[in-house]
């Protein structure tokens, strides 16, 4: 906990200092036919809304899946996006069903997570840290996961593994490993929504998942 709380200083201060600059309020929803998260699929069809403000190279939000099973998840970020290509968040994954106040890694209700980017031209890294549990007994933080990524000009592919709760017995492996792409559809001449669609394989798992969404 008190990492987090020195990382959320740091947070609070690089959003004091991005908050003369240009501001921007946005919220939208994507509509999927399947909920994948890093190779592991937690609900089906999902309607997935997001509410974002953003302050010059500082991000706050909130992002959500509700799954027509029942599956529910609603997470809250802070990311800072600086101009050589770094990014650096922290994300509170939350599953409804215990207090949202009970941080106690005993709840399993709450996964607090630090997130580095980093991006040049079509290349994309990413690593992660979890800093306690999340969704259940069986991972007690310091869980990893690291990805990969290049866009094409039409595509983008991707590569991915972790440890803990992202492999069913908490070892390292690979975990997420796919190919995705896009497209308008038009509907009127003004007026057009966007497809996105990822084929995803877990090696560790042996699953495959396509996953087709609309953002509204």
Same mark, same amino acid.
């Given at each position: ?33 399947s ?17 974002d ?19 529910l998840?609603?997470d ?19 599953y ?10 005993a709840?399993?209700?709450? !996964?607090?997570e630090?997130?580095?980017g ?9 690593a ?7 969704? !259940?007994?069986?991972?007690? !933080? ?19 593994? !972790? ?8 070892k ?29 394989l877990n ?5 495959f ?8």
């Open positions: 906990m008190k990492k987090m709380k020195v990382f959320a200083v740091a947070m609070v201060a690089l959003m004091a200092a991005s908050s003369a600059k240009a501001q921007e309020f946005k919220a939208s929803a994507d509509v999927v036919s909920y994948v998260w890093r190779g592991t699929q937690f609900s089906g069809a999902s309607i997935q809304p997001t509410l403000f953003t302050a010059g190279g500082f991000s706050i939000g909130s992002w959500g899946s509700a799954g027509f099973d029942g599956f998840e609603m809250l970020y802070a990311k800072y996006a600086f101009d050589f290509g770094l990014t650096l968040g922290l994300t509170d994954y939350y409804p069903g215990t207090s949202y106040f009970d941080f106690s890694k709840s399993g209700g709450h !996964g607090l630090v997130n580095l980093y991006s040049i031209k079509s290349l994309s890294i990413s992660n840290y979890m800093l306690n549990e999340a969704g !259940g007994a069986a991972t007690l !933080g310091g869980d990893k996961y690291f990805e990969l990524g290049y866009a094409f000009e039409k595509f983008s592919i991707f590569a991915g593994g !972790g440890d803990g709760w992202h492999t069913p017995d908490a390292f492996a690979i975990t997420n490993v796919g190919i995705s792409t896009s497209k308008e559809i038009k509907i009127t001449d003004t007026f057009s929504i966007p497809l996105k669609a990822t084929a995803i090696p560790k798992t042996e699953q998942f396509l996953v087709a969404g609309i953002t509204l």
